[in-house]
């Protein structure tokens, strides 16, 4: 049964790249297409796109830049976890917490972040600490309040009847609470981990001298379309990557649960 459940998932999961790649090989097949019909040059083909990115992987220019960016996310994104994981856990299980750190929460969600980046320049400058300070604000938020709906919307019974077991209120939370609140954390961290992206490449490209949004910015003022499209690519495959390690990581959790 574990052999055939095993053979099953891997089917699906062999079923699902070719679609993926045959979505994808549809989208490029309809650039090129719509590329070459208009002949304008803000909308290169997909053919000098990959070409533009193939010569950068050549020379060596992107590796850096990547790499600076992966970086900065990381550690942006860890930190985020760290302080908005435990934030919504602690807001949704004391009352009081939560209406004293509420004005704060819906106040990061509902602002604009870019705002914060030029304080965050005037404080920081173009130091490392500043790309990972924004990064960090751009995601802290949505999982801090992904985490207290988790929280938040534990079914009462099960709190009630963990309590009339004689379970303490630290009891309960872990053994209760937490489990019930972790697919909507995990939603958060998915939520969390687009928006950290986000927050990498426009603090790149208004405080930093390297990573990909710098690169943006610099072939960009030099009106140099394929390479530009090329490095959004290269976003939009660090993006998957980060998604799709972040999926694996919620089916393990939920097999273990």
């Known amino acids: 049964l574990g052999a055939a459940e095993g053979a099953g998932r891997g089917a699906a999961v062999v079923t699902t790249g070719l679609r993926s790649a045959a979505s994808l090989l549809a989208t490029a097949a309809a650039w090129e297409l719509i590329a070459w019909w208009i002949d304008s040059p803000v909308l290169p083909p997909c053919s000098a796109v990959i070409a533009a990115l193939a010569a950068m992987i050549r020379t060596g220019e992107l590796f850096g830049d990547v790499a600076s960016s992966v970086a900065t996310l990381l550690t942006g994104f860890s930190l985020a976890v760290a302080v908005g994981v435990p934030a919504g856990a602690a807001m ?79 009891q309960t939370f872990w053994r209760v609470a937490w489990p019930a609140a972790r697919p909507m954390m995990l939603t958060g961290l998915r939520l969390g981990v687009a928006l950290a992206i986000k927050g990498m490449i426009n603090g790149e490209m208004l405080v930093a001298s390297t990573g990909i949004g710098a690169m943006i910015r610099q072939h960009g003022g030099r009106f140099e379309p394929e390479k530009v499209l090329a490095l959004l690519l290269v976003v939009v495959a660090v993006a998957l990557v980060a998604t799709s390690t972040l999926r694996s990581t919620e089916r393990r959790v939920v097999a273990m649960a």
């Open 92 to 170: 949704g299980s004391s009352h009081t917490l939560a209406r004293v750190l509420s004005p704060y929460l819906g106040a990061g969600l509902a602002s604009p972040m870019l705002i914060y980046v030029p304080v965050l320049l005037t404080i920081g400058g173009t130091s490392r600490g500043t790309q990972v300070a924004t990064v960090f604000l751009y995601s802290v938020f949505a999982l801090t309040a992904c985490t207290l709906a988790g929280v938040r919307g534990v079914n009462p019974s099960l709190i009630e009847m963990s309590r009339a077991f004689g379970a303490t209120r630290q």
